[in-house]
């Protein structure tokens, strides 16, 4: 069974600062991995998809990259804003179906 | 462009009722999913319906059914709320399967007392 972790749970960094979170995952059969914002009481925002052929994509000031042979993926976050404050998701998709598994997320506070 | 939405945003029912959340998109999308969000235990797949007319079991399915009504539509049924049902729950489309991004509704903040 696919098992997503993500650490840290929480991080606080002050504005400007680059930053990256991290998701790890067990099983590197996978058909991609894809990184989602949650804002407090809101749903899950689409940020950046990786396709499992691909290395890294890039988004404005994110930048995701994937390496499964090692059973990771980054997400980079370049100057952040206080407007970054957000729970960030990884989910990977390994099936055909297109159900993904979804690790715990990193709460991010980026501070003024 | 109103993407995936999701009624009712908060519902409150005593153990034994049925309720059903529903959802529908707008993006001419073949598959939906439903999904619960526990504090610490991250999304779980319930259900999902990869295209129109076929619904399949997904992680934690126990307790619940569905409907995929129409393309636009995906519903959700508790038949007997429990408390262990307390959760958010949230609607997701996409285009197809083979990985393609999943879109997201706001969520339905259930609690069951």
């Known amino acids: 069974k696919q098992e997503v972790t993500q650490i840290p749970a929480a991080l606080s960094?002050?504005?400007?600062?680059?930053?990256?979170?991290?998701?790890?995952?067990?099983?590197?059969a996978i058909y991609n991995l894809q990184w989602f914002r949650q804002d407090p009481g809101k749903g899950l925002t689409s940020l950046l998809l990786i396709q499992s052929s691909q290395r890294e994509q890039t988004s404005g000031r994110l930048n995701a990259s994937l390496d499964k042979s090692s059973g990771r993926s980054t997400l980079y976050i370049a100057a952040s804003q206080p407007g970054d404050s957000a729970t960030y998701l990884c989910a990977l998709n390994t099936g055909t179906a297109s159900k993904l598994t979804f690790g715990t997320g990193t709460r991010l506070q980026v501070t003024l | 462009n109103a993407g995936v939405t999701q009624t009712p945003k908060f519902q409150v029912l005593k153990t034994g009722q049925s309720m059903t959340l529903q959802c529908a998109q707008d993006m001419n999308h073949n598959s939906m999913y439903w999904y619960?969000?526990?504090?610490?235990?991250?999304?779980?797949?319930?259900?999902?319906?990869?295209?129109?007319g076929t619904t399949d079991k997904g992680e934690v399915?126990?307790?619940?059914?569905?409907?995929?009504?129409?393309?636009?539509?995906?519903?959700?049924?508790?038949?007997?709320?429990?408390?262990s049902q307390t959760s958010v729950y949230f609607c997701a489309s996409s285009e197809g399967t083979g990985g393609r991004p999943q879109h997201f509704?706001?969520?339905?903040?259930?609690?069951?007392?």
Do not use: H, W
């Open chain 1, 13 to 28: 960094v002050p504005e400007g600062e680059n930053l990256v979170l991290n998701c790890s995952f067990t099983d590197s």
């Open chain 2, 36 to 52: 619960r969000q526990d504090p610490g235990m991250g999304l779980r797949l319930i259900y999902y319906s990869a295209s129109e």
């Open chain 2, 61 to 83: 399915p126990n307790g619940y059914n569905v409907s995929r009504l129409n393309k636009r539509e995906f519903s959700l049924r508790l038949e007997s709320a429990a408390p």
């Open chain 2, 105 to 113: 509704g706001d969520g339905t903040r259930l609690s069951i007392l």
